[in-house]
């Protein structure tokens, strides 16, 4: 079936750096793509989204950047903070029959941010 | 602006027995979603309700249920549940445009004994 995938599942990172997580996805006639920051014990926060007429979108420290030629998603966040550290998912936005839509994601990306 | 709440937020039940989580969704949105998400995991779709309807449902079987009411609020029912349904349960809603993003709640986490 379908799948979102992430290439690294964990990724550390120095204070004040900048964080590049990866992701693959298959669904070649997905249209919309999310990314989500999920700390421990909460539910996935919503970061930023793309849609699939874009090629980049920025937000507060930020970007998404979207390669449909080899469906490739990426999450750049600017000078990394000890409050990024969280797991961070891909998810992809496929449609059913019935006329609703789901989120497929991938099994995410822990951020680990080092003083 | 009310965000997606969830209860109970931890719940344990024996084999067998059922279940039934809540969810509120964000104040003006129509649109509700179950994930359920094992431990080191991502969340996977269980089904979608718009406006009290069932509008898709993802690789769950049967005693895997829902409702949605007038007031968009939801709930997740389980059924002879099975020490694999332990998870976290999660509920998003959103305002059902094209393309907006689900919001979600922090969760109910089952644990079956």
């Known amino acids: 079936g379908e799948n979102v995938g992430l290439h690294l599942p964990t990724l550390s990172v120095q204070e004040g750096d900048n964080s590049i997580i990866n992701c693959a996805y298959s669904?070649?006639?997905?249209?919309?793509f999310i990314w989500y920051k999920q700390e421990s014990g909460k539910g996935p926060q919503f970061i930023i989204d793309?849609?699939?007429?874009?090629d980049k979108r920025q937000g507060q420290r930020v970007t998404v950047l979207l390669n449909k030629t080899v469906k490739h998603l990426s999450l750049q966040i600017a000078a990394t903070q000890p409050g990024d550290s969280a797991v961070y998912f891909c998810?992809?936005?496929?449609?059913?029959?019935?006329?609703?839509?789901?989120?497929?994601f991938g099994t995410g990306t822990q951020l680990k941010v080092e003083l | 602006e009310t965000g997606v709440t969830q209860s109970p937020t931890h719940l344990i039940k024996t084999r067998g027995q059922q279940v039934t989580l809540r969810c509120s969704s964000q104040?003006?949105?129509?649109?509700v979603s179950w994930y359920q998400q094992a431990l080191g995991q991502g969340p996977q779709f269980i089904f979608q309700?718009?406006?009290?309807?069932?509008?898709g449902r993802g690789n769950f079987p049967p005693r895997f249920s829902g409702l949605q009411f007038p007031n968009y609020s939801s709930e997740l029912n389980v059924n002879a549940l099975e020490l694999d349904d332990s998870a976290l349960y999660l509920c998003?809603?959103?305002?059902?445009?094209?393309?907006?993003?689900?919001?979600f709640g922090n969760g109910t986490r089952l644990t079956v004994t």
């Open positions: 998003a809603s959103s305002d059902g445009l094209i393309n907006s993003p689900l919001h």
């Open positions: 104040s003006g949105h129509n649109t």
């Open positions: 998810a992809e936005k496929d449609e059913l029959t019935g006329g609703g839509n789901k989120l497929t």
């Open positions: 309700y718009y406006r009290e309807e069932e509008n």
């Open positions: 793309i849609r699939s007429n874009m």
């Open positions: 669904n070649s006639a997905s249209d919309y």
